[in-house]
């Protein structure tokens, strides 16, 4: 069984900076992605990036390449999810999620509770 627990969440300006975490626990973890998704009130649950956990490969939504840094502590089973220059409209519930198989379309098996982010004006 995992556990996926976000943190970082909160409320930042425009044009400001915020660091998701998500620290996987279990008495075995094991992925092959881990990824972050959110969801606005109303809206459907979207992708936002990935990481290939061993290699490192990344992948993300294009609304937040170049803007978002997904990345990865191996050591501590924690993925994070650096977010610059915020727009109002990232303001969502983000998730992160963890894929066992490596098999694309990704199926993703566990996911966390999720953090709060609001972008104000």
């Known amino acids: 069984q995992v556990q996926l627990v976000e943190s970082g969440g909160g409320l930042v300006q425009a044009g400001g900076s915020l660091r998701l975490s998500c620290v996987a626990s279990?008495?075995?973890?094991?992925?092959?992605?881990m990824g972050w998704f959110r969801q606005a009130p109303g809206k459907e649950r979207e992708f936002v990036a990935a990481i290939n956990w061993r290699s490192g490969y990344t992948s993300y939504a294009g609304s937040v390449k170049g803007r978002f840094t997904i990345s990865r502590d191996n050591a501590e089973n924690t993925v994070y999810l650096q977010m610059n220059s915020l727009k109002p409209e990232d303001t969502a519930v983000y998730y992160c999620?963890?894929?066992?198989?490596?098999?694309?379309?990704?199926?993703?098996?566990?996911w966390g509770q999720g953090t709060q982010v609001t972008v104000s004006s």
């Open positions: 279990g008495r075995t973890f094991s992925a092959y992605y």
């Open positions: 999620a963890a894929a066992v198989s490596r098999v694309v379309p990704v199926t993703w098996d566990y």
